[in-house]
């Protein structure tokens, strides 16, 4: 009994202390425990909505879905860049790509983020039109430019095959950016180099030439040198764009929406006056129907709900308005499993069995209907989770699955112990009373016994 209390008294104490962490960490951010808002997603915190096209039309239809998926993959690291709190980006109707960006309300600074990410391609210029463009007496200089431009022709050499860049210097100490191919990159940089050694591979970003090396020899590493008097700052801002990822393909900006904040607090304030009310209801239903062990149910889903509020912080879990309603739902879900184990109480004290075994006897049997129920939801959470076309069922079921895991803890652990350390060994008609539920209360019931 001496261990079982101390056990109850430690989660006590480690429940407040949780409480106290998920106050000083939300509003006081010099304290020591740090800084842990929760994060709050767009529908919340408001934020710019950005939908993008992709231009297929100079990729092979069998690779559409890749160069989406790489598309996909270059814009996240991008915003993720720029310290964007669970941005979602996401392919939706196969040539376009929806960009949220919780907190970013500015949606002109979104736009410039994302823009600035740069689209890399190799193009080659042969000798012959390099020669005809330089033998031309009616040009001009400019006009020379431009045809020699013009003149290049994609090799398909694109920023999709991009390993990574980095800055390197030159034998006279100036700075150059070398850049890395994965294996389909360096395959066709080989070739093409082998194939056209003496001619000119132009390096263009966005559309815009950034250098016009002429191909020396054969690259078989897939490790190609772009200099030609950059600065030191020049360079790292090209290694810096290159590194956030070069697009596969061009994207062009469809629409823009911006959801202010003023939205996004109403909607906090609406969850969070949901959440107290619901709190408050099954506290006056519990204690009044399960009187004693209600109390303690009240208690264990206080433990439940600053544990659950100390996971959004730590993990950290996005809240979306779907993620609070599938955590006051799991607030319900909560409450459930602590009283199919007080309706066993019951039916244990009314065969007349001592407070004591009564309570171990219906933690006993209301196990297992608990354990399968909780187990069923968390595999349809799961389900939800893994096959969820949208943010919308995704945050719910994440949200819900947490809450469901803990609330298997908080009603066997915390609810049980808390029990077993305030439970008397038998009781009288007050105990029984204070144990038992409804309008009625458990008498002790002497077995009959039967003679043969």
Do not use: C
Not at 212 to 221: N, S, T, Y
Not at 367 to 381: P, V, Y
């Amino acid at each position: 009994m001496i261990k079982t209390r101390a056990l109850a008294v430690f989660i006590l104490i480690g429940a407040i202390a949780i409480g106290f962490f998920n106050y000083y960490s939300q509003y006081h951010p010099a304290s020591t425990v740090g800084h842990f808002p929760f994060k709050l997603g767009l529908d919340l915190a408001g934020g710019s909505h950005l939908v993008y096209q992709a231009d297929l039309s100079q990729i092979p239809l069998s690779e559409d879905s890749d160069s989406m998926i790489a598309l996909q993959n270059v814009i996240e690291n991008r915003v993720n860049a720029f310290g964007v709190s669970e941005p979602l980006v996401e392919v939706q109707g196969g040539n376009q790509l929806i960009v949220e960006l919780p907190g970013v309300t500015d949606v002109n600074q979104a736009i410039a983020n994302i823009g600035q990410t740069p689209v890399l391609d190799f193009r080659l210029l042969a000798s012959s039109t390099q020669a005809a463009i330089s033998a031309s007496t009616t040009m001009t200089t400019d006009q020379k430019t431009a045809a020699i431009e013009a003149a290049f022709q994609p090799v398909g050499l694109t920023g999709r095959m991009l390993k990574n860049a980095a800055i390197g210097y030159t034998s006279l100490n100036q700075p150059m950016v070398l850049l890395n191919f994965n294996a389909e990159g360096t395959a066709l940089f080989a070739s093409t180099t082998k194939n056209n050694i003496g001619n000119i591979l132009g390096i263009f970003l966005d559309g815009q030439p950034i250098s016009l090396p002429v191909v020396d020899a054969e690259i078989p590493d897939g490790t190609a040198q772009i200099s030609g008097g950059f600065t030191i700052a020049q360079a790292q801002a090209l290694v810096r764009n290159l590194n956030y990822g070069a697009l596969p393909v061009p994207i062009t900006l469809l629409s823009t929406q911006t959801i202010g904040a003023s939205l996004g607090e109403s909607a906090v304030r609406g969850g969070i006056e949901a959440g107290i009310l619901a709190f408050i209801i099954i506290t006056i239903f519990l204690v009044i129907w399960y009187r004693l062990p209600g109390l303690v149910a009240v208690v264990s889903l206080a433990v439940y709900t600053m544990i659950m509020l100390a996971i959004f912080k730590l993990l950290p879990v996005t809240l979306t308005a779907e993620g609070i309603a599938g955590f006051i739902i799991t607030i319900g879900m909560a409450v459930d499993a602590n009283i199919l184990i007080f309706e066993r109480m019951k039916e244990e004290l009314r065969k007349g069995l001592p407070i004591e075994t009564a309570m171990h006897q219906g933690f006993a049997r209301a196990w297992l209907s608990i354990r399968d129920s909780n187990i069923s939801s968390m595999i349809t959470a799961a389900i939800l989770y893994y096959f969820g076309s949208s943010s919308i069922i995704t945050g719910f079921a994440l949200v819900f699955f947490i809450g469901v895991a803990v609330s298997m803890f908080t009603a066997i652990t915390a609810s049980r112990l808390f029990l077993y350390a305030i439970g008397p060994k038998k009781g009288g008609r007050i105990s029984r009373f204070l144990f038992s539920n409804g309008f009625r209360f458990s008498k002790a019931v002497t077995p009959a016994i039967t003679k043969k």
